[in-house]
């Protein structure tokens, strides 16, 4: 069974960090991109980075650049996403999501973790 589990989400200040992990399991993580995206209330869902399988490749949203920081463990079958000097624009669910890097179009979503930016 397909599982992306994120956590790590919560309640911060603006200026603050948190870091989200997305742990895999039910397939072959190594052979996958994998990418965060962000959803805001009463806004689409926007990419804010991703990694290549091979970690070898990074890209951020112009929005995130400086500020978050993509990496993966491919032992530990995880991506993080490391967000510091968080701010009020920044909230919102977060989620991952794993795109196959071969000829397939297998493609697997997390449930979200919430992020919450205030004072």
């Known amino acids: 069974q397909v599982q992306l589990v994120e956590s790590g989400g919560g309640l911060v200040q603006p200026g603050g960090s948190l870091r989200l992990s997305c742990a895999a399991s039910?397939?072959?993580?190594?052979?996958?991109?994998m990418k965060w995206y962000r959803q805001a209330p009463g806004k689409e869902r926007e990419l804010v980075a991703g990694v290549t399988s091979d970690g070898g490749r990074k890209n951020y949203a112009e929005s995130v650049k400086g500020r978050f920081s993509i990496s993966r463990d491919n032992r530990r079958k995880t991506v993080y996403l490391q967000m510091n000097s968080l701010k009020v624009e920044d909230p919102a669910v977060y989620y991952c999501?794993?795109?196959?890097?071969?000829?397939?179009?297998?493609?697997?979503w997390g449930q979200g973790t919430q992020v919450t930016v205030s004072s």
């Open positions: 999501k794993a795109e196959a890097a071969g000829a397939n179009n297998n493609e697997y």
């Open positions: 039910g397939f072959t993580f190594h052979y996958y991109h």
